[in-house]
C-alpha cells in the first residue's frame, strides 16, 4: 500500500459551528484523538466517515482534495469507522456476520453468489489473521464482547479499507480483551493501513500510538509525535485530563441489609452468596462471560434462579426501588427523537407532578441540574439526543438512572465513555447517594476503579465465586491473578 496522508483543512460542521479542524493522520501509523467529552473527537470522525456533512473547509489526501458527503462517499475513498455500538447481525453465525452484504464488493461479482467453499475459505483466513479460533458456522450471539468487535474489525477489512477510524473501541472490554485488538491493530499497521483511534483510556492506547492529536473545543490545539511522547509538555498535558485521578471515596456506616443472595444458581451461575447494606458500593470484578449480566438479571428478577434463594429488605419491594443502567447499545437505550430533558426524566416524571398535574418547567428544571453537575456542556436542555456525542449520551443515561429515585442503584460499566473530571464528579454523586442510604452495584472492567470507589468487590469467573473481598485489602495484582489468567481460556459471553 502507498504511502499516504488524509489531512482535514478549515473544517467546519453544523455543531461547532466556530471551529475550525485542522488534523492530519498517515498511513502506516496509529492517530489517537483524545479529549474531555463533547470536546469534538467522535465529530471529527465522523466527518472523516462521511456520517456528518461539513459546511466548509477540505479534506485531502496527499493534497489531493476529496468529496467526502456521505457514508458511501468515503468508503470509496477507503475510510471505515468502527462506532463504539457494535453493528452485528444477531441470531447469524460468524460467516455470514462477516459477509453478508459485502459479497460483491469482495468477490467482484454481482450477478452470482460465490460459491459456499470460496467463501468459507475468505472467512477462515480473516479469523486467522484476527488469532480467533472459532467456527465459522458458530453463532455469533454466544462471543463475547472482545471477539464481536474482532469481527467488525475482520468485516471492514473484507472491504480493504485505507483508514479505519476506530470510536471508543474499548469502552466497554477487559484489559485482555483490548490487548488483542491492539495487537490486531499493530499488525495492520505494518500493512500500510491508517489507524486512528478515539479513546478515554489513555493508558492503554498511548503507548501503542505513532501520534497524539488534542481536541478542545472543536480544534486541534496540539499534536505529539511518537518521540515526544515521554516528554515534560505531553505528560503535563496529559495531567490535564488525569487531574482528577484520585477517587474521592468516603467512609459511610453502613445499615440494615438491603438483599442478601443465598447460593443461587441460575443460567451460568453457580453457587453465588453475598449480601448489600445500606450505604455500601459492593463492586463485582470478572471478564465477559463471568456471569456479570445473568446475576443482575436474577437480582431484577428478569431471570428465574434453579436453587437458592434471594432475600429482598421491603425498602426494595415498592415500584422503582431499584434502578439499572444497563451495559447495551446506547442508541437503543436512547429515546432518539426526544430531546435530553425527555431522555433524562422520563424514568421518574411523579417528581415533578403535583395534583396529578405535570409541570414541564420543573422536569427541565431537574434535567438542567443533571446536565451541570455531568458537564453536559449544551445550552438548551431541548436540544435532541442525537446531536450530543457518545460521552454525553452517556451522561444522560447516568442522569436517567439517577432520577429515578431508587434505593438500590445497579450499575453496569457507567464510566466506560467519561472522561476524567466527570468520572469525578460522578464518583462525588455516588458519594451523595450514599450518605442517603442508598446501596450501589457497581459493574466496571476497570479493576482500578472498583478498588477505587468500592467498600467490597465480588470475583466471578465462568459463573462462580472465587471470592467477595474488603476492596482495602486488595489491589489490581491480586485481581489479575485471580481473573485475568484465565483470559486464555477464551471464555464466552452470558447466554443472555
Known sequence: MDHFEIRMKDVIVPSMPESNIDFYARSGEITTIIGENGAGKTTLAKTLAGIITKTSGEILINDTSIDIHS????????????????????????MDNLLLGIEPLIFHNRLFNPPKEKKEAVCRSMLKLLGLDLDIYQMIDHLSQGEKCLLQIGRILLCQPRILIMDEFSAS??????????????????????IILISHKYSSVIRHSDRIAVVHKGQITETFALRELGKQEFIR???TFNQDFFYPKLKHKPGKNLLTVKHISSGILRDISFSLQEGEILGIAGLVGSGRTTLIQAICKERSIRSGEIIYHPLLERSGAISVLPNE????????????????????VYKASRFHMLSHQKLDIYARDYMDRLSIRKASCHIPVTQLSQGEQQKVLIARALHQNSKLYILDEPSSNLDMTTKSELYNIYNALLSRGNSIILISSDFSELLGMCDRI?????????GIYPADSIDNNII?????????????????
Not at 447499545?329 to 421518574?348: G, R, W
Not at 489479575?480 to 443472555?496: F, H, P, R, T, V
Open 480 to 496: 489479575y491473578n485471580l481473573i485475568d489468567k484465565w483470559g486464555n481460556q477464551n471464555e464466552k459471553a452470558d447466554s443472555i
Open 71 to 94: 457514508i458511501s462517499s468515503a468508503r470509496r475513498h477507503g475510510i471505515y469507522m468502527l462506532q463504539e455500538s457494535l453493528h452485528i447481525f444477531p441470531e447469524k453465525h460468524i
Open 237 to 239: 498535558r496529559l495531567l
Open 458 to 466: 465480588l470475583l466471578l469467573k465462568s459463573g462462580e465465586q472465587l
Open 329 to 348: 447499545s446506547i442508541q437503543d437505550l436512547l429515546f432518539q427523537d426526544k430531546n435530553i430533558s425527555f431522555n433524562i426524566t422520563s424514568s421518574n
Open 173 to 194: 472490554l477487559t484489559e485482555y480483551e483490548a490487548r488483542r485488538i491492539i495487537n490486531v491493530l499493530n499488525v495492520l499497521k505494518e500493512d500500510g493501513i491508517c
